[in-house]
């Protein structure tokens, strides 16, 4: 059962993951293409407007997928050491009624303001390799 353990979480995980790319990438090109300037293409927006890119694309997955990534922490935390692993849907409404619907974004605004820079830089840094292995 130990190994078991090593998968619990993981459809909550799924849950938040898959449609959380969408809004990552989704985010990223759509941000990316709308401060193109005109007579330009994506990849000459320069560096602070793929900053702002990458910022928005981080914003865009976690405002997307907070709810599901407190449910699959939930689900992860609470469960340590019991053998009974609760559902997606039941921990959601555990949650709800509880403590009410805010607490599947408490700790949003903090995520938000770490997210912002750090997804910046992360597409500041794939767009910068990526353009560096062209030219090798």
């Given at each position: ?8 979480g ?18 990223y090109?759509?941000?990316?293409h ?22 928005i694309a981080g ?33 959601m ?8 619907p ?10 938000l303001?770490?997210c ?5 830089a ?7 390799t ?7």
């Amino acid at each position: 059962m130990a190994f078991l353990g090593l998968f619990r979480g993981m459809t909550p995980t799924l849950v938040r993951e898959v449609p959380g790319y969408f809004f990552f990438f989704g985010g990223y090109e759509l941000s990316r293409h709308l401060l193109t300037p005109e007579g330009k293409t994506v990849d000459d927006i320069g560096p602070a407007r793929l900053i702002f890119s990458g910022g928005i694309a981080g914003i865009s997955l976690w405002i997307a997928i907070f709810p599901a990534d407190v449910i699959k922490s939930r689900i992860q935390i609470l469960t340590h050491g019991s053998d009974r692993v609760p559902g997606f849907f039941e921990t959601m409404f555990k949650i709800i009624r509880n403590e009410g619907p805010r607490a599947l974004y408490r700790g949003l605004g903090p995520t938000l303001v770490r997210c912002f820079p750090a997804c910046g830089a992360l597409f500041v840094a794939y767009e910068g390799t990526q353009n560096l292995l062209k030219n090798v």
